[in-house]
């Protein structure tokens, strides 16, 4: 099998040298969940499988949920998620402080990011109360409504992922909770996107439809294209922001 590197400076452009080349049969990427639902107006039309290393928003596979109303990826059956989407992280959110009998106060971000997460966390029966246990947080730091966070100090803190650099106050303990037990910068899903598809031709696949069917099965992934019980971590924040893997949250 022969790779060929598009690198992160015109996914869209990678995505239509990929389709044109009749002897792509997967296309690996774009990271960010904006630049894989663009790419997908690309590969979907051609049926070109793409697998999404660490794409989470939920619109990328999902068009039900909250944060897809907003023009969702016309995937068409050809995109697969190699992580956790936002939703099914929050679900996991709410169902481990539900297991310890915790509630939560949320605070979320007035911004599309914050919204949504909120939304997704309210669709997860967050349980939340005013004399809360914890401190949940949804939200980047630029977003109106963040500043709140600070003022819960000395509650524990569990944040999403995108509240890097915020001030949250002093002495009290933080976790983000993300779709990782491994630090993906190391190009972990990445990889593990490229071993299905390696997997789909050594077991004789040849078409882009046959390497799709293969790597959804060997995944597994559901129907929409999402991983079937995907990790979810809690990641322990220090002081720096710096982040270590804690404990998952079983699905």
């Known amino acids: 099998m022969r790779h060929v590197a598009h690198g992160e400076g015109d996914p869209v452009r990678a995505a239509e040298a990929a389709v044109t080349d009749t002897g792509s ?54 995109v697969l ?7 099914a992280v929050a679900l996991r959110l709410a169902a481990h402080l539900r297991r310890r009998g915790e509630r939560a106060r949320l605070i979320a971000g007035r911004g599309a990011y914050g919204s949504q997460i909120e939304g997704q966390l309210r669709l997860a029966e967050l ?31 569990i944040a999403f992922d995108g509240i890097q650099g915020l001030d949250v106050g002093f002495e009290r303990d933080v976790w983000v909770v993300l779709p990782f ?5 190391h190009g972990v899903e990445a990889a593990r996107a490229a071993r299905l598809v390696a997997g789909a031709l050594a077991a004789g696949a040849s078409t882009r439809a046959e390497v799709l069917a293969a790597c959804r099965a060997a ?6 294209g999402d991983p079937i019980d995907p990790p979810v971590w809690l990641w322990r924040a220090g002081p720096d922001w710096s982040l270590r893997p804690e404990s998952p949250l079983p699905g």
């Open 25 to 78: 049969v997967a296309f690996i990427g774009p990271f960010g969940s904006r630049e894989v639902a663009e790419a997908i107006e690309v590969t979907a039309p051609a049926g070109l499988p793409l697998l999404a290393p660490v794409a989470t928003w939920a619109g990328v596979t999902r068009d039900d949920e909250p944060g897809c109303e907003d023009d969702p990826a016309d995937h068409r059956g050809t």
């Open 81 to 87: 998620r190699m992580v956790a989407r936002d939703t």
């Open 127 to 157: 349980p939340a109360a005013g004399d809360a246990d914890v401190v949940v947080a949804a939200g980047v730091p630029e977003e109106p409504g963040m500043e709140a966070v600070r003022g819960t100090a000395p509650l524990p803190l």
């Open 181 to 185: 037990a491994e630090d993906p910068t």
């Open 219 to 224: 995944g597994p992934f559901d129907e929409h």
